[in-house]
DNA sequence: CGTTCCATTGAGATGTGTCAATTCAAGTGG
DNA sequence: CCACTTGAATTGACACATCTCAATGGAACG
């Protein structure tokens, strides 16, 4: 069970420890809630299947994706520093997923100090992805965005030794286009065009990735359309 | 020394084991780096004095800025999960900062609960103000970026007794450009209308907001010009 | 006292947003 | 099982915010 949810290497009696810690709820379906906006934070949850996506409603009513959550990654830590979930987490489609309450991992932590270094690991790499969307949404067009998401969703399928090339896409093009602060239309339109140029192939949310080596040129502002 | 540093609340002895491990490095000037993109993590930082930013330079060789850091804050966070800095930080004026070397600073965690709780505090905390800037840049208009960081910039003068309507920006227009993924000259036109309105008051960088409510409400969205 | 950096302003170009219409797929209820 | 409704995606025409290019003036600095 802590094998599926928190993947790294422990002792066997550190295993025992942290897997009597998490719960594992009932499956979410599409549309369902992990935790909202402003609800009082007291766990962490890992992804054990499916997938969902993190946003949060500003002052003027806007919601505004924040992030999109594959299996095995962590989510909720947003909330630690107030004690305040500041986003709202929901599936995608059906998902299942590992309750870890966080008082008691953060005792844990302190018995464990691999189990410690792992979850500030975790955060810190939450914080260099965040940065990693902060540049994108400042200097790149709409098609270096879409391209480096879909590259994104490419990695987190080959982690999982799914296919790196074709793949279903579980979020709308309203959520694409939120996330990467952009319009469903230039989604849209961004989408035509790269398949105009073979680099892809899309059928609704069908997605074959056809030359991830210009893929990836688009992405990185190294070649245009 | 540990209490300029890291201004938390600790047992006596607590303090002199943390004090220990603290590093008081002789003060940066303008330009100079506390590290560089891709150097070796070891330690994180807390800033005594002067104002630095945080940078990391793309593929394409585009630099983006991703923070400015001010007395009392924490930096260099990222590079934990990788072990290594995935941005570099640069003195915007004469800085004095503190290292805490990290090895020592996890020991130290596993055995004080409050110091491990407050690490992860700030690294969570870090985690929901990019999230605030990420739905910015997605979002909001040149105006609700400029109204937005002046009243950040004023919200951290107030938090450390300074004035938080009067203060000089550190930072070039340039800089504040690139953080908020706008050229110069928007901000610059910005700069101007917002004084046409008389929410602002600006000579280079020495600014005066005139009023605060309106500039909130220009933020926010729930004013436009 | 030049040199360099920074800030401002104008005019025109352009990428993306807005508005609107259409098609298609998936549910839903009679 | 068939309308009917609803949500998602695509495409076109046009608007507009911001970018780009260019010129100028001032401040900071050696």
């Given at each position: 069970?802590?094998?599926?949810?928190?993947?790294?290497?422990?002792?066997?009696?550190?295993?025992?420890?942290?897997?009597?810690?998490?719960?594992?709820g009932?499956?979410?379906?599409?549309?369902?809630?992990?935790?909202?906006?402003?609800?009082v934070?007291?766990?962490v949850?890992?992804?054990r299947?499916g997938?969902?996506k993190?946003?949060?409603?500003?002052?003027?009513?806007?919601?505004?994706?924040t992030?999109?959550y594959?299996p095995g990654?962590?989510?909720?830590?947003?909330?630690?520093?107030?004690?305040?979930?500041?986003?709202t987490?929901?599936?995608l489609?059906?998902?299942?997923?590992?309750?870890?309450?966080?008082?008691l991992l953060?005792?844990?932590?302190s018995?464990?100090p691999?189990?410690?270094?792992?979850?500030f690991?975790?955060?810190s790499?939450?914080?260099?992805?965040?940065?990693?969307?902060?540049?994108?949404?400042g200097?790149?067009?709409?098609e270096?965005?879409?391209a480096a998401?879909?590259?994104?969703?490419?990695?987190?399928?080959?982690?999982?030794?799914?296919?790196?090339?074709?793949?279903?896409?579980?979020m709308?093009?309203?959520d694409?286009g939120?996330y990467?602060?952009?319009t469903?239309?230039?989604i849209?339109?961004?989408?035509?065009?790269?398949q105009?140029?073979?680099l892809?192939?899309a059928?609704?949310?069908?997605?074959?990735i056809?030359?991830?080596?210009?893929?990836?040129?688009?992405?990185?502002?190294?070649?245009?359309?």
């Amino acid at each position: 069970m802590a094998q599926i949810c928190l993947p790294i290497a422990l002792e066997a009696s550190d295993v025992e420890q942290l897997d009597s810690i998490i719960q594992r709820g009932r499956p979410l379906r599409k549309g369902e809630r992990v935790f909202r906006q402003n609800d009082v934070f007291n766990a962490v949850y890992a992804v054990r299947s499916g997938t969902l996506k993190s946003y949060r409603v500003g002052g003027s009513g806007a919601e505004q994706i924040t992030a999109f959550y594959f299996p095995g990654e962590i989510l909720g830590m947003e909330g630690i520093g107030k004690g305040i979930h500041p986003n709202t987490i929901e599936a995608l489609e059906t998902a299942a997923i590992c309750e870890i309450p966080f008082e008691l991992l953060g005792d844990l932590s302190s018995r464990i100090p691999s189990l410690q270094r792992h979850f500030f690991q975790l955060l810190s790499q939450e914080i260099a992805e965040d940065q990693l969307l902060i540049a994108m949404l400042g200097k790149n067009s709409a098609e270096q965005r879409v391209a480096a998401l879909l590259l994104s969703i490419s990695a987190r399928h080959a982690r999982r030794k799914l296919s790196a090339t074709a793949f279903r896409l579980t979020m709308t093009r309203a959520d694409i286009g939120n996330y990467l602060g952009l319009t469903v239309e230039t989604i849209s339109r961004v989408f035509t065009r790269l398949q105009k140029n073979a680099l892809l192939s899309a059928d609704g949310r069908e997605v074959i990735i056809l030359d991830a080596g210009q893929l990836r040129a688009v992405a990185e502002g190294t070649a245009q359309l």
